[in-house]
């Protein structure tokens, strides 16, 4: 047999592992899922009441919750569950039906607590629908890691540059007489920037094209005057014998 008073009286005066009392309120809460109203108090207790009513919402269907004293035997199958219809006036009639001869308080706290939970799912529900902006963790630790690592980059690029240009400038002067072993790639780029056309070279090989074009036009084919001297020869040795 379930004896309510002797349950209430450990649970409100030794202890209760579903209370909470806060230390700035005098009132105390209870943290059982099937309390209707989430206060601790001898209507409101689900363990001292072998008759007791709640609204339970699951996967956003709400279900009617009761307790008889009949079923108390079996823990199991203690609480029967009703599920609710969509519709507001509908699910009201519903608890009327089922609560028809319970008292007015658990009557009263039943649809209070169908309202309030049909409140949050469509909250619920528009808060789905509403475009939300995605947050991104930022890694502090990992920026400011990079920052002083492209910080000593840059003051090392910047090193071997001032470095490339005095050692480039010395060479210019004259500083150092012998050729020394420097960095072949920025020896290589003063070669390349600081090479001069051969302007000079061309020149004279036009030139030279020019005087060989200016004989053949005078002469017709090269070598053509030596011919004409043996022809020369031939004739006067010819009349000589004569």
């Known amino acids: 047999m379930q004896h309510d008073d002797v349950i209430w009286q450990i649970i409100n005066n030794e202890f209760c592992s579903f209370k909470s009392k806060l230390k700035m309120e005098k009132q105390a809460f209870c943290r059982n899922p099937y309390n209707v109203t989430g ?5 409101n207790c689900p363990l001292a009441n072998s008759r007791y009513a709640t609204i339970r919402e699951e996967k956003g ?11 108390a035997h079996s823990p199991k199958n203690l609480w029967e569950k009703v599920e609710l219809p969509e519709n507001k ?8 039906e089922n609560l028809q001869y319970w008292p007015e308080f658990l009557i009263d706290k039943n649809k209070a607590r169908f309202l309030r939970i049909k409140q949050y799912l469509k909250r ?16 502090r ?6 920052a002083v690592r492209e910080k000593k980059a840059e003051s090392a690029a910047k090193l071997e540059k001032s470095i490339e240009t005095e050692l480039l400038e010395r060479l210019k002067k ?17 070669l390349d920037e600081n090479e001069e056309e051969p ?3 061309d020149e004279m090989e036009d030139e030279f094209v020019e005087d060989m074009d200016d004989d053949s036009d005078e002469g017709g084919k090269p070598g ?19």
Not at 39 to 43: I, V
Not at 124 to 139: A, T
Not at 174 to 190: K, L, Q, S, V
């Open 174 to 190: 004259g500083t150092y007489g012998d050729i020394y072993n420097f960095a072949p790639e920025e020896f290589n780029n003063m």
């Open 224 to 242: 053509s005057h030596v011919e004409l001297e043996l022809e020369n020869e031939d004739d006067e040795q010819i009349l000589e014998e004569n």
């Open 124 to 139: 619920m529900r528009k808060l789905r629908l509403k475009v939300k902006p995605e947050y991104e963790r930022i890694h």
């Open 39 to 43: 206060l601790c108090s001898r209507k």
């Open 199 to 201: 302007e000079i070279e």
């Open 141 to 146: 630790k990992t920026e400011k890691r990079e």
């Open 61 to 71: 269907k709400c279900y009617l919750c009761m307790k008889t004293i009949e079923r």
């Open 89 to 96: 006036e509908q699910a009201i009639a519903k608890i009327e």
